[in-house]
């Protein structure tokens, strides 16, 4: 069965620093891999996904994240944080059940808190 | 284009009492699901559909019930309200197929508190 890892609950950050969020996937083929955001009081936003070809994949809002197969890992990163980042941020491995339907896994998420 | 859109955004129930959350889809999605987020909990998978006509349970389905009828409409049955389903309900689409996993698309919520 497949599974997501998002190590850390919350992340705190200086507004301008670098960040960098967690994931850690279990699947046994190529994963299909999503980066979603939700802003209080909102549904879920996609920030980027990853199929297949270069590993590194470029997003909305000036984010990106790394695919790294040798590591299960799929972390997100944006160079420079805004005061306008702070939200919930979710990991998700999409997988085909034995049932042949394909049905995406979540973490539990990450809190992003901005400093000033 | 509106999306994945549900209604209502908020309701209140007795304990007891049942209602129907509903989600629409404009986007000839054949893939819709029925999700629920509770506080550091992460997502968790009701229902599923595939197409019309076709639905499946997901991690959590007791308690609730689903039917697709058409593309467009996926509605959420609560038939018997319990405190613990309190949460807040997302429904999402997607188009999936052989070779083919696009991201979903999500509605705004619809925030449920039992009473």
Redesign the interface.
């Given at each position: 069965a497949q599974s997501v890892t998002q190590p850390d609950i919350h992340i705190t950050v200086s507004e301008g620093a670098s960040l960098e969020l967690r994931c850690n996937y279990s699947y046994g083929a190529t994963p299909y891999l999503f980066w979603y955001v939700q802003s209080p009081g909102q549904g879920l936003q996609l920030l980027l996904k990853y199929f297949s070809g270069d590993t590194l994949v470029q997003g909305i809002k000036g984010f990106e994240a790394e695919f790294k197969r040798s590591q299960s890992s799929f972390n997100l990163r944006k160079p420079s944080v805004h005061w306008s980042d702070a939200a919930e941020y979710f990991c998700a491995v999409g997988g085909i059940t034995s049932g042949g339907s394909y049905i995406p896994t979540f973490g539990r998420g990450t809190s992003l808190i901005v400093h000033p | 284009n509106a999306g994945?859109t549900q209604t209502p955004k908020f309701r209140i129930l007795k304990i007891g009492q049942s209602m129907t959350l509903q989600c629409a889809q404009d986007m000839n999605h054949n893939?819709m699901y029925w999700y629920r987020q509770d506080p550091?909990?992460?997502?968790k998978?009701i229902y599923?559909s595939?197409g019309a006509g076709i639905t499946?349970k997901?991690e959590v389905p007791n308690g609730y019930n689903v039917s697709r009828s058409t593309t467009e409409d996926f509605p959420l049955r609560l038939e018997l309200a319990a405190p613990s389903q309190t949460s807040v309900y997302?429904c999402?689409s997607?188009t999936?197929?052989v070779g083919k996993?696009q991201?979903?698309h999500?509605?705004?919520?619809t925030r449920l508190s039992i009473l």
């Open positions: - | 994945v893939y550091g909990m992460g997502l998978l599923y595939v499946d997901g997302f999402a997607s999936a197929g996993f991201p979903q999500f509605g705004d919520g």
